[in-house]
T-cell receptor, first 112, second 114 residues
Framework: GENVEQHPSTLSVQEGDSAVIKCTYS??????FPWYKQELGKRPQLIID?????GEKKDQRIAVTLNKTAKHFSLHITETQPEDSAVYFC???????????FGKGTRLSVIA | DAGVIQSPRHEVTEMGQEVTLRCKPI?????LFWYRQTMMRGLELLIY????????DSGMPEDRFSAKMPNASFSTLKIQPSEPRDSAVYFC????????????FGAGTRLSVL
């Protein structure tokens, strides 16, 4: 089955700096890669996703890049703000239309 | 739509008691998932349903855990008997497809077993 590894587990950045979180996956047939943000005490919520037919997707200050050859995808947050502090999870399906496998999460702290 | 609705939000019970967690998925979503979240193990998929039918329950930790989906708008996760190690946040999520679409999570149930 799919194995999703996420790094780093914790990340601290100064406000205004960029943050990058990377995930690797094992199943080359995986074709959908979402990123979820979970604020303290809240539910995980999708912030951006990418499908295997594109290499990059942007939405304001966040972007996701996908390298299918290397089987990794990354979340990029620019101009970080204190409200970006949260746990971020990447995910990938086992194969085809099977449930998402989530990474272990990255706790991002943005220091004002 | 009000989103995925879970109840109760918090549950405190004593070891050995039965616990029932409830979930109402988003209308029209064919897939429903139950997750458990702990600091040590992260977000674990316990079981998922497609059109009310359980598809994979391999993540259910023990026979003490059971889940049902009697209709398209309601699912339960039951723990009987409960143990302190079951303490966690339990999330329900729903989506149009299993691994190709956004999963929408409920607010979760924080379970504490004393």
């Amino acid at each position: 089955g799919e194995n999703v590894e996420q790094h780093p587990s914790t990340l601290s950045v100064q406000e205004g700096d960029s943050a990058v979180i990377k995930c690797t996956y094992s199943d080359s047939a995986s074709n959908y890669f979402p990123w979820y943000k979970q604020e303290l005490g809240k539910r995980p919520q999708l912030i951006i996703d990418i499908r295997s037919n594109v290499g990059e997707k942007k939405d304001q200050r966040i972007a996701v890049t996908l390298n299918k050859t290397a089987k990794h995808f990354s979340l990029h947050i620019t101009e970080t703000q204190p409200e970006d502090s949260a746990v971020y999870f990447c995910a990938a399906p086992n194969s085809g239309n099977t449930p998402l496998v989530f990474g272990k999460g990255t706790r991002l702290s943005v220091i004002a | 739509d009000a989103g995925v609705i879970q109840s109760p939000r918090h549950e405190v019970t004593e070891m050995g008691q039965e616990v029932t967690l409830r979930c109402k998925p988003i209308s029209g979503h064919d897939y429903l998932f139950w997750y458990r979240q702990t600091m040590m193990r992260g977000l674990e998929l316990l079981i998922y349903f497609n059109n009310n039918v359980p598809i994979d329950d391999s993540g259910m930790p023990e026979d003490r855990f059971s889940a049902k989906m009697p209709n398209a708008s309601f699912s339960t996760l039951k723990i009987q008997p409960s143990e302190p190690r079951d303490s966690a946040v339990y999330f329900c999520a729903s989506s149009l497809q299993a691994g190709r679409n956004i999963q929408y999570f409920g607010a979760g149930t924080r379970l504490s077993v004393l």
